[in-house]
Antibody, heavy 120, light 112 residues
């Protein structure tokens, strides 16, 4: 059974860089059949796709976040990561990592989510 | 970006009764391969979202057959045959034809 687990800072100050890691177990991140994805959800609001990365490191980001986002993959640790720079209170959200089935376009596995709060 | 519009935003349902949620996209989700790249997700209270339907009408593994998806192009529907108490939560449609992937605002299903 594939499992995804986010880990992150919890509390941050404005202007800092958010770093989140998603550890994948029960399956190899190197499989070419998936996109490894970050999605966020502000409290009481809907879901926002941030972007995804392929096992080869090819990325695709939401245009409005592109200037602040960087994703990477570490196949040796079976992990992928998100960096979001210059955070503000508007970046406060639960951040989910998820696996998208390439070619079918759905997220079949999700992490439990990691709450990130940006406050001065 | 493709805009996804769901209705209704709130859906009170009596257990055992059917329910239906509509999702409309700002452009066609029909790919040249013949599939509509539309998925439905349910986020139960306090949980991560889970996939119900993908490619507009294919039920994901383990999803009860009371859930069904239909539609093509820009208009899609999620139907629940007989709502059960465990079906409460927020339902989202999402397009996977293009990046950025985009979600509808969600439909909150509650039990009357």
């Amino acid at each position: 059974q594939v499992q995804l687990q986010e880990s992150g800072p919890g509390l941050m100050k404005p202007s800092q860089t958010l770093s989140l890691t998603c550890t994948v177990s029960g399956g190899s991140i190197s499989s070419g059949s998936y996109f490894w994805t970050w999605i966020r959800q502000p409290a009481g609001k809907g879901l926002e796709w941030i972007g995804h990365i392929s096992p080869s490191g090819s990325t695709n980001y939401k245009p409005s976040l592109k200037s602040r986002v960087n994703m990477s993959v570490d196949t040796s640790k079976n992990q992928f990561s998100l960096k979001l720079s210059s955070v503000t209170a508007a970046d406060t959200a639960v951040y989910y990592c998820a696996r998208e089935v390439a070619g079918w376009g759905h997220f079949d596995y999700w992490g439990q989510g990691s709450l990130v709060t940006v406050t001065s | 970006d493709i805009v996804m519009t769901q209705s209704p935003l709130s859906l009170p349902v009596i257990p055992g009764e059917p329910a239906s949620i509509s999702c409309r996209s700002s452009q066609s989700l029909l790919h040249s391969d013949g599939y509509n790249y539309l998925g439905w997700y349910l986020q139960k209270p306090g949980q991560s979202p889970q996939v119900l339907i993908y490619l507009a009408s294919i039920r994901a593994s383990g999803v009860p057959d009371r859930f069904s998806g239909s539609g093509s192009g820009t208009d899609f529907t999620l139907k629940i045959n007989r709502v059960e108490a465990e079906d409460v939560g927020v339902y989202y449609c999402m397009q996977a034809l293009q990046t950025p992937r985009t979600f509808g605002r969600g439909t909150r299903l509650e039990i009357k």
